[in-house]
């Protein structure tokens, strides 16, 4: 029932990914949303709590009886960023630099868009005595991993050589940050370039694990804003805290997207482009909304909402490919079932930026194998993933994972259903024959040192084993005890053996516990490798293990 004396208590944050919540007198949460808070309350005494990642800004509120609504403004709301933003210690210390330096020039390699990329000693890390050579050992690296830029030798730096800056002018399209990760390690993360539009990506320094007094680039917390090629970076801008929060949000797995904010824009946007001739709205829609960052981590954080508002989100993909076209990151919003007519043909040569791109791109290809090429550096860096932040970031191919995984070369046939099947028939049984004969202990130890293996072939197999293991285990505990356990146990065990060996047949069909973990789309997702390098790696696998078989037996033969 309604209380009469209830009070309208309405507050709206500047930003629209900050979490409000209010607390009431015994600081006990009565109430929480993202970005506005519009409910009924009796009168009393209430704190308003605005959380923006891990900065926490409260306003205390009372609400007096006979009062029909209480309305309270927004505070001006910070947050801890490696981005130079005004009213911040970095800010006042690098913010003049970072916005100079943005509008230069510093290398042309072509035409279309720019990249600045800065970076520099966070503020805890200004009285450690030490280097800056693996901070900024930063280079960027193109699809086919030529370097485009090395940041020692193009970068600019602060008059203090604490940071580091550089803008390049460059063609649209996807390219690789490569950077010191600690240890001898490198890390790599897709950074892209819009047509028309300059991404800029800042990162602070981080101490190493194995040296303290070393310094290392922090890319996997980077800020990234992206602005209209020519404008440069403006530390005083609100709309840069506004994408940082939402990347934080996103950081956060926030479960509640702004979706009344999106929606606003997607009615601002049919707006515009009722009121110009087609040919023109894609130009006005770039001069209203300059800040696409903002509404792509908006669009992911409305996905993670227990139930999407699916109309919202493709309004909102619509908007975007306006403004940045087929970007990786919008193009992966599309890969959700209610949105695949909108997905178009696109692939994917490289990552994309987002760690949650990657997830959908990843579960998607289990229908679409087209959509990661089998030798595209995406595929070849799937088992390299690292961290878990909003960016996704992954170790370098080696040597042996990466012969071959350029587009234009040519692709291997492939594989066919039946080659999938068998491949997966022959890895069931090579891990029976080999765990009996070897044990548990020394049939891993085997696997782990096994140099001739990709990534994923070992992911693979480390699958494979924990399936079927799993799965011999639950039928030893359902056997019947004494004389017939035995003997059913043993019949089994020589049935898996003679089906090993036959190999014409397609090897051993797994039982139904082991087949349901073999299914196509649960590899898929359980391995985190697109469709079409598992399915090339589990055909490839099974020939590597049946041919080291086949030579083995050879051998003990002689």
Known sequence: MTDPNAVRLIAQAEIPTVEVTILDSRLQVVHGDVGEVDVSLPPGTYVLQYRMGTSVTEVPVVL????????????????????????????????????????????????????????RRATKDMEVQASTDSLFDVRLLDAQMNVVV??????????????????????????VLRYTGGASDLLEQTVVV????QTLIFASSRRSESDPLELLPSFADAALFVAPQGDGFDPSDRQNVKSESARLALAGSCRVGPEGRLRDVASQASQIRASVPAAQADKALRSHFQNPMLGIYGAHLLLLNATPNWEVIRDIVS?????????????????QEELHDAAGDAFYELPPMLRNSWTLVIANSAVRPRLVPANAYAARIAKRVRGSGVWLTWRPPTAEDSTVFRLSEALPAAP??????????LLHAYVLETERALGRARFVKKVVADRNLTDTQRALLGYVIGA???????????????????????????????????????????DALVGDHFAPERLVLALGVPAAALNQAIVTLAQKLRDTTVAAKAERQS
């Open 319 to 335: 908007v975007l490919e306006s403004l940045v076209g087929k970007h990786p990151d919008v193009v992966a919003l599309t890969m």
């Open 64 to 119: 007096r009886p006979g009062v029909e609504r209480v309305t309270v403004p927004a505070p001006t709301l910070s947050t801890r960023t490696p981005a130079p933003l005004a009213g911040s210690p970095s800010g006042d210390r690098y913010g003049a630099f970072a916005r100079e330096r943005s509008r230069e020039v510093h290398e042309r390699h072509a035409q279309g868009g720019q990249l600045f990329v800065f970076v």
């Open 468 to 510: 079927v293991l799993q799965n011999k285990t639950f039928q030893k505990f359902n056997r019947p005890d004494g004389v017939i356990g035995k003997a059913s146990a043993y019949v089994v065990d020589v049935l898996q053996h003679y089906a090993w060996a036959d190999r014409l047949t397609g090897g051993l069909r797994a």
């Open 150 to 175: 090395d940041l020692r030798r193009a970068g600019q730096r602060s008059d203090d050589s604490t940071a580091i800056a550089c803008n390049v002018e460059l063609a649209p399209g996807s390219y």
């Open 416 to 425: 066919t259903d039946d080659e999938i099947r068998r491949g997966m028939a």
């Open 194 to 197: 819009s047509p028309g539009w």
